[in-house]
């Protein structure tokens, strides 16, 4: 099956930079469409970034816009998200995913229902 390992969560304070990196079992990137999810203390999940598998085309949530960054090394079979002036709002456990039923390598709506393999997720703490 699918495996995904997220790591690189920590204490940050505002204004800071954070790497979060997501290791899949071989081919994966390949074959299945892979987002970043996160959710807040008494907020819903929310997406916030996607890429298809080929051509690579990337997707961002409003609030993260010019501050993230998705990046697919198929090489190593992971994918990075790259976070940038991250503010208090952007706390949150965060969460790689493979999208695996239906229209498997594009990102599409990019709803949670879709992915059906998560990672444990890591924890992302922005406080002065």
């Known amino acids: 099956q699918v495996q995904l390992v997220e790591s690189g969560g920590g204490l940050v304070q505002p204004g800071e930079s954070l790497t979060l990196s997501c290791v899949t079992s071989?081919?994966?990137?390949?074959?299945?469409?892979i987002a970043w999810f996160r959710q807040a203390p008494g907020k819903e999940r929310e997406g916030v970034s996607c890429?298809?598998?080929?051509?690579?085309?990337?997707y961002y949530a409003l609030s993260v816009k010019g501050r993230f960054t998705i990046r697919r090394d198929n090489a190593k079979n992971t994918v990075h998200l790259e976070m940038s002036s991250l503010k208090p709002e952007d706390s949150a456990i965060y969460y790689c995913?493979?999208?695996?039923?239906?229209?498997?390598?594009?990102?599409?709506?990019?709803?949670?229902?879709?992915?059906?393999?998560w990672g444990q997720g890591t924890q992302v703490t922005v406080s002065s």
């Open positions: 995913a493979v999208k695996g039923t239906s229209l498997p390598t594009w990102c599409g709506s990019w709803r949670s229902t879709d992915f059906h393999h």
């Open positions: 071989g081919g994966t990137l390949e074959r299945y469409a």
């Open positions: 890429i298809d598998v080929k051509p690579a085309n990337t």
